[in-house]
């Protein structure tokens, strides 16, 4: 008599399930919270508009802090296949000058700004009556201090700052002009495109941070090179 041999099971169909459930759920929160405000928000509104339960939600991602968090950590990552701060790790490591780097940082801002600015801007409004919120802005800020601190140490390796300057203090220079509310006020607010806006914060950058001999060069905003990898490429976190 022959046996049956048990079928295999294949997770990879769930796996793949789960997945396109994760990215639902976080694109009806994303659309919800910018609509309604975060207050506003039910997880259940957001529930229904993914097509998932809310015992889902909450048991995927706690409530709406965690969800909100995920959505920030999400757009974070920029678009692409490899996550940004990756691209903008191999960038700096590759890129020998220092202006053409800086210059790359603010076109990654293009790319990463309008994903990330706009949640933290919540993030900010919520947190005036909810102190989980306040919190998670907070995260969000001290995480983008410390990688700026490290670009800064990089960028230090590669030539002199100006001589007013240390590393912290470039750290600090670098974290102002990748805020949310710099973004607000030129591309929400003035409506600039997001692509002057990133040409504004790599070109301040360099006036900003390096010594006259390092920036007493015309920018060169139409050149390609291994400043920025194009989005679409494996090869950026905000700057």
Known sequence: ????????????????????????????????????????????????????????????????????????????????????????????????????MLRGLGTLTTEVAPRIAPLLLLLSTAAETDTAMAQLRADFDAARLARMTHVAQTLATKTQLRLDLSVDEAAEIMWAFSSPELYSLLVLTRGWRPERYGEFVGESLVGALLGDAAAATTPDLTATSTAVPARTQESTHPT
């Open 1 to 100: 008599m022959d046996t049956v041999k048990p079928r295999r099971y294949d997770a990879s169909r769930r796996r793949e399930q789960a997945r396109l459930n994760h990215e639902a759920i976080v694109a009806a929160a994303r659309q919800r919270f910018l609509d309604d405000g975060f207050t506003a928000t039910t997880i259940a509104s957001i529930a229904a508009d993914a097509g998932a339960s809310t015992d889902t939600i909450y048991k995927s991602f706690g409530g709406k802090a965690g969800l909100l968090r995920v959505m920030c950590e999400d757009a974070l990552k920029g678009e692409g296949p490899m996550p940004a701060e990756q691209r903008s790790d191999a960038m700096q490591a590759a890129e020998t000058d220092p202006r053409r």
